[in-house]
């Protein structure tokens, strides 16, 4: 799916548990965050667009908190860890903007994915009204689509709102084409008439 349509995130009012391809309903959905302001996100774009230091972006004080908050920030245990992670960042920067996004299956150089492979992608969750959040995993790699404006990235639909899996439903029953079909959660629908893919369960 196109990164730029994945605008809100749910991280902290996320469950602890996985809810991979659950319905669920309740107002999870209305306690949502812009995903530009989230302080990694920032940072990279302070880095990347603006050309600010790493360490005068928002990413340090998200580093920061991370060790705060349990002692492990991106793999590191300590505030020396911050330069290390920032150089993975511009690697992975550089990566995608050489060779696009690449699915985590082929990033381990397998034939099929794992289930770990699939966890790992971008996950999303999709509310009442299609409205689509980043849940967990590839907060950095989300980001950096963005900022190079990729085209299409490979996403994790974590759990849909009971009211859009209606909706989903619906179209179903009635049947899809590609040419009304205006949201990527309903392109699978239309998977024997030509469309593709783009979130999976």
């Known amino acids: 799916m196109d990164p730029a349509?994945?605008?809100?995130s749910l991280?902290?009012?996320?469950?602890?548990?996985?809810q991979w391809g659950r319905v669920i309903d309740g107002d999870w959905d209305q306690?949502?965050?812009?995903?530009?302001?989230?302080?990694?996100v920032r940072g990279l774009r302070e880095h990347f667009?603006?050309?600010?230091?790493?360490r005068e972006t928002a990413l340090l004080a998200?580093?920061?908190?991370?060790?705060?908050?349990?002692?492990?920030?991106?793999?590191?245990?300590?505030?020396?860890?911050?330069?290390p992670r920032c150089r993975e960042i511009e690697r992975l920067y550089t990566s995608l903007s050489t060779d696009g996004y690449r699915r985590q299956e082929t990033l381990a150089g397998r034939d099929r994915p794992t289930l770990a492979d699939r966890a790992d992608e971008i996950n999303v969750d999709i509310g009442r009204d299609g409205t689509l959040y980043w849940r967990a995993y590839g907060?950095?790699?989300?980001a950096i689509a963005k900022l190079l404006d990729l085209e299409s990235i490979p996403v994790l639909c974590h759990r849909r709102h009971r009211q859009w899996q209606a909706k989903r439903d619906r179209r179903r029953l009635t049947g899809a084409t590609k040419a009304t079909v205006d949201h990527?959660?309903?392109?699978?629908?239309t998977t024997r008439t030509g469309g593709t893919r783009a979130v999976t369960r």
Not at 11 to 18: E, F, G, I, V
Not at 62 to 83: D, K, M, T, V
Request: no cysteine; glycine share 8%; charged share 25%.
């Open 139 to 142: 907060q950095h790699r989300l």
């Open 62 to 83: 998200a580093f920061r908190e991370q060790l705060s908050r349990f002692g492990n920030a991106w793999g590191y245990r300590s505030i020396e860890g911050f330069e």
């Open 5 to 8: 349509s994945i605008t809100g």
């Open 49 to 54: 667009e603006e050309g600010t230091p790493w």
């Open 11 to 18: 991280l902290p009012h996320a469950p602890k548990r996985p």
């Open 184 to 189: 990527p959660d309903l392109t699978p629908l």
């Open 31 to 40: 306690h949502a965050e812009r995903f530009a302001d989230r302080a990694v």
